[in-house]
């Protein structure tokens, strides 16, 4: 292939191959030798482009492999929930608490006497039947 690049494209196949040929064969392999030096640099770049992204894939696996799961999250909201309630309970047991100390004890109220209702004792009374009456004649008047 170099001979055809440095003799020149004419006629190289007709000088040193036999038989029937395309005349134009020889521009089309000059052209092939150059896409396939251009081909080299574009893999060359190529490579080097993909060395430089396996490179950042790496820093981000090991960056993702410091973050915390959802597990871990879910476990800290559950830990700082119970400890604000926690926390809540005191305060509040420590203000009701405080607050009975300071207060002054008072006596404990007397519950009024109870409320007693006498009623006369029962009374029976026994009842004769009643007695038909006679009528007696009136007087005459006079």
Do not use: C
Not at 28 to 41: F, G, T
Not at 81 to 106: Q, R, T, V
């Amino acid at each position: 292939m170099k001979r055809i690049a440095e003799n020149g494209a004419k006629d190289a196949l007709a000088k040193h191959g036999g038989g029937p040929h395309d005349p134009g064969m020889d521009e089309r392999v000059i052209r092939l030798e150059e896409w396939a030096k251009h081909s080299d640099q574009r893999m060359g770049r190529m490579e080097g482009a993909l060395e430089r992204i396996e490179s950042r894939l790496d820093r981000i696996d090991l960056r993702l492999a410091e973050l915390p799961t959802k597990r871990d999250l879910t476990n800290n909201t559950f830990a700082g929930l119970g400890i604000g309630l926690a926390l809540m309970a005191l305060i509040i047991g420590g203000i009701i608490g405080g607050l009975s100390y300071i207060k002054p004890d008072s006596p404990a109220p007397t519950p009024p006497p109870p409320v007693t209702i006498t009623a006369p004792p029962p009374q029976i009374i026994y009842m004769q039947p009643p007695t038909p009456q006679v009528q007696q004649p009136a007087a005459p008047k006079q």
